[in-house]
């Protein structure tokens, strides 16, 4: 807030130059002013003219004022919002910087014996409709009609999995399976709560869904918390902060599966020693 009251200023009026809303889903609405204040009335009119020329900056940086400064991203410039809202364009530098990403978790991926698979973009709403995500989450979906069927636009990866398994007849032997997928992912998100390249509406998850036996649930976290600890100390994110995400009130399944499977993770986190929050 760069108000300053009348008392501090020594001024007998300010006038308000800009509001910035804050807007996150989690947080009430917080809105961040800015105003100057002027001892005499007769400053208003050079000072005006100033506010209302001074360009908007921000005191931290975000993803989307480094990408657009670095030439590597751009997001909230004129290409995106007039064409395509809250989805970034990765320019070379920013494509680079993306492709060698993927190139260091493939190799994670083939050491941690993964499975690349590739899925396509749309599928029919029957999908969905059968994996019950059609039915929780139509309202963050781009949906569609042609040809007289009606098309879902890919929002997570978990049906494409899961349908890739079903296709084949499987042996115990073959077991566990793991399918890592880079797709990229369209999800509705709203105007409001959009940002950098942190939340939007179009973005590439290094995703994979491991395909086992209940015994070997342990096993398989356990690898995983061991990969993405790699990664993140790759990167100096030395202390991450672990969070056991629980059921939430819009859900897949029916509670005697959550009751298992959140009562596995949480052993397996306890056994790892890791320090971790519930949500």
């Not at 939007?200 to 990969?227: K, L, N, W, Y």
Request: net charge neutral; glycine share 6%; charged share 20%.
């Amino acid at each position: 807030d760069n108000t300053r009251s009348d008392a501090q200023s020594g001024s007998n009026a300010f006038r308000m130059c800009r509001t910035c809303p804050q807007l996150d889903t989690f947080r009430p609405l917080l809105v961040r002013p800015t105003s100057t204040a002027k001892r005499f009335p007769k400053c208003w009119s050079a000072s005006a003219t100033k506010c209302a020329e001074r360009p908007i900056t921000l005191p931290n940086p975000t993803s989307s004022r480094i990408g657009s400064a670095t030439g590597s991203a751009s997001l909230c410039g004129s290409i995106a919002w007039t064409i395509s809202p809250a989805s970034p364009f990765f320019l070379p530098k920013g494509a680079t910087v993306f492709n060698e990403l993927v190139s260091f978790v493939r190799g994670l991926y083939r050491r941690y014996g993964y499975q690349e698979v590739i899925t396509p973009q749309m599928f029919l709403t029957t999908l969905f409709d059968e994996s019950g995500h059609l039915e929780a989450y139509r309202d963050d979906m781009y949906l569609l009609e042609a040809h007289e069927h009606h098309y879902g636009v890919k929002p997570m990866n978990c049906p494409a999995a899961a349908a890739l398994y079903r296709h084949g007849l499987h042996s115990y032997r073959e077991l566990p399976l793991r399918y890592a997928d880079f797709g990229r992912l369209h999800r509705y998100e709203r105007s409001g709560v959009t940002h950098g390249l942190t939340r939007v509406r179009s973005f590439s998850q290094d995703d994979a869904h491991i395909f086992c036996t209940p015994d070997q649930i342990p096993e398989e976290v356990q690898g995983f918390i061991t990969m993405l600890q790699e990664s993140y100390r790759y990167f100096h994110f030395n202390e991450p902060l672990v969070v056991l995400s629980l059921r939430p009130d819009k859900r897949i399944g029916s509670d005697a599966v959550w009751d298992h499977a959140e009562t596995a993770l949480k052993d397996i986190l306890d056994q790892s020693g890791l320090d971790y929050e519930l949500k």
